[in-house]
T-cell receptor, first 114, second 114 residues
Framework: GAGVSQSPSNKVTEKGKDVELRCDPISGHTALYWYRQSLGQGLEFLIYFQGNSAPDKSGLPSDRFSAERTGGSVSTLTIQRTQQEDSAVYLC????????????FGSGTRLTVV | DQQVKQNSPSLSVQEGRISILNCDYTNSMFDYFLWYKKYPAEGPTFLISISSIKDKNEDGRFTVFLNKSAKHLSLHIVPSQPGDSAVYFCAASATNLGAQKLVFGQGTRLTINP
């Protein structure tokens, strides 16, 4: 596609429920990143996928968070048993390859846990 | 452990004047630095970058300066225009460590007044 597409754009969920956030990167981009931005904070790295390599999961805040990237394209970030502190904007970005730092970000999913 | 810091959460500048956004970092292994610009409800967009082998990079109205000894970089916008009003994030990476992920600052909200 022309840009990085994320869905849903907004999600309100009850504490304890599971949520899935989707990212559709730019076609041909081999690198995909998930970041989140909590209120008043900078962008916090969550996970990075590069081609068929094992993902870098070092930024995932707890084992309630997981992500997968199917077929080297679409990625899904799953948060199980959501907590109020999970409320944030979740941003996905892609880049041509591991050497390309000019990420293209999606518009994000604003997650609110009530 | 905030490795990249933007100490000014906001900055207000008159149209036509110079805007100077500052960023400090603590990790001496960082060797590549970027600035991103973010409008409300949109993802950040890449603006300009600089490698640690340089101390200045210019692109039109935007210039990034790097002072490695002070671990400080700045973004100059001149002349400032109303469309420059946005949140600006600096980011850094340690490419020589093979680290693909960017570390972002908290952002500075720039407002250009007519």
């Amino acid at each position: 596609g022309a840009g990085v597409s994320q869905s849903p754009s907004n999600k309100v969920t009850e504490k304890g429920k599971d949520v899935e956030l989707r990212c559709d990167p730019i076609s041909g981009h081999t690198a995909l990143y998930w970041y989140r931005q909590s209120l008043g904070q900078g962008l916090e790295f969550l996970i990075y996928f590069q081609g068929n390599s094992a993902p870098d999961k070092s930024g995932l805040p707890s084992d309630r968070f997981s992500a997968e990237r199917t077929g080297g394209s679409v990625s899904t970030l799953t948060i199980q048993r959501t907590q109020q502190e999970d409320s944030a904007v979740y941003l996905c970005a892609s880049s041509r390859d591991r050497e390309d730092y000019g990420y293209t970000f999606g518009s994000g999913t604003r997650l609110t846990v009530v | 452990d905030q490795q990249v810091k933007q100490n000014s959460p906001s900055l207000s500048v008159q149209e036509g004047r110079i805007s100077i956004l500052n960023c400090d970092y603590t990790n001496s292994m960082f060797d590549y630095f970027l600035w991103y610009k973010k409008y409300p409800a949109e993802g950040p967009t890449f603006l300009i970058s600089i490698s640690s082998i340089k101390d200045k990079n210019e692109d039109g109205r935007f210039t990034v300066f790097l002072n490695k000894s002070a671990k400080h970089l700045s973004l100059h916008i001149v002349p400032s225009q109303p469309g420059d009003s946005a949140v600006y994030f600096c980011a850094a990476s340690a490419t020589n460590l093979g680290a693909q992920k960017l570390v972002f600052g908290q952002g500075t909200r720039l407002t250009i007044n007519p």
